[in-house]
Each structure stands twice: as C-alpha cells, then as structure tokens.
C-alpha cells in the first residue's frame, strides 16, 4: 500500500517522498509529519505542521501516540538519515513510515515554509 501511495525506496523499508510532496500531503493532514532532529536544529528552523520528537525519543510511548493518529507518519531531519533510522524503528512498531527525501536541507533549498 504505501508503495503505490508514497512510491517505494527508502525509509527504512518503507517508502520515500520528496519535500514538496511531504509538505503537500503534511498540510493536507494525510499524513503525520515528524521531526527527529535536536531540540537546537528544531529552534533553528522547523516545518510549520511538524511534531518535534527527537530520534533518540522515539519509544513505544511515542510509536502508541502515533498509532492512534491512524495515518502514515512520514520523518524528516537535516539530511534523510536520521529519518531513515525512525523509519526502521516506526516499522518495527507497525507504523507506515515514510522517509522525506533530503530532510530540512532540500525542504529549505525548495523554500517551502518556515517557522521558528
């Protein structure tokens, strides 16, 4: 399902989309949009719709938080790897999980929104 949704590759064995599409689809409210960065990038600069939840808190609280949204949750950070990574652990979770492409640095070069 989330291959024919999100279009496979990536994200830890799940599928993987670009910034403007996860911005498109995070704005829409289909999908959770979840910042793993630190608590210093996120004061840096942040998507307007996303969550902060640092990768290093992402536990079974966080995972049964999300479950109950009933959407995919799609991860971002500064570059994809981090992402990558709670792509796996949402997984293993039983999570969709989808991976944006390119984290924060593409998000900004495409000039998509800001907030601080």
């Not at 024919?4 to 799940?14: A, D, E, S």
């Not at 992402?58 to 790897?81: N, Q, T, W």
Request: net charge positive.
């Amino acid at each position: 399902m989330l291959s024919k949704l999100f279009g496979g590759g990536g994200g830890g064995g799940g599928g993987a989309i670009d910034v403007a599409e996860a911005e498109r689809r995070a704005s829409a409210g289909e999908v959770v949009l979840i910042d793993v960065r630190e608590k210093s990038e996120w004061k840096s600069g942040h998507a307007p719709m996303a969550r902060h939840m640092p990768l290093g808190g992402l536990d079974e609280r966080a995972f049964h938080e999300l479950r109950k949204k009933g959407k995919p949750v799609a991860f971002i950070c500064r570059s994809g790897s981090r992402s990558n990574a709670a792509c796996g652990k949402a997984r293993q979770a039983g999570l969709e999980a989808i991976n944006v492409k390119g984290g924060m640095s593409a998000w900004s070069r495409a000039g998509l929104p800001m907030a601080r």
